[in-house]
């Protein structure tokens, strides 16, 4: 399993970005996928979880502000992030499940992780 992130960056407050993340070694379309991101000093949250059906899942804080969806075709999931704040400054991480089926948004039960990408938010 590999996955890859991109897109990450620095924008000022209320700004956008879009993440992306290219997986390969495993078959993309049968899986939910996740983003997560950890702050330095802090646990990993789940931010976004989709469904292998494109079904999204939020943490409560970005909910409204942030979309994941998923292109089956190209084996990628995206993470849409709009009015950006300060707190959502962190490193953001794809993550593939262990198991096929509805999934737990604990990090446990995500094996596969990619490198990570860089979001900085500045005021």
């Known amino acids: 399993v590999q996955l890859v992130e991109s897109g990450g960056g620095s924008v000022q407050a209320g700004g956008s970005l879009r993440l992306s993340c290219a997986a390969s070694?495993?078959?993309?379309?049968?899986?939910?996928m996740g983003w997560f991101r950890r702050v330095p000093g802090k646990e990993r949250e789940a931010v976004a979880i989709i469904s292998e059906l494109g079904r999204p899942r939020y943490t409560d804080s970005v909910q409204g502000r942030f979309t994941i969806s998923r292109d089956n075709a190209k084996n990628t999931i995206f993470l849409q992030m709009n009015s950006l704040k300060v707190e959502d400054t962190a490193m953001y991480y794809c993550a593939a499940p262990r198991n096929r089926g509805y999934v737990s948004t604990h990090p446990d039960y995500f094996p596969y992780w990619g490198q990570g990408t860089q979001v900085t938010v500045s005021s």
């Open positions: 070694g495993f078959p993309f379309s049968l899986y939910s």
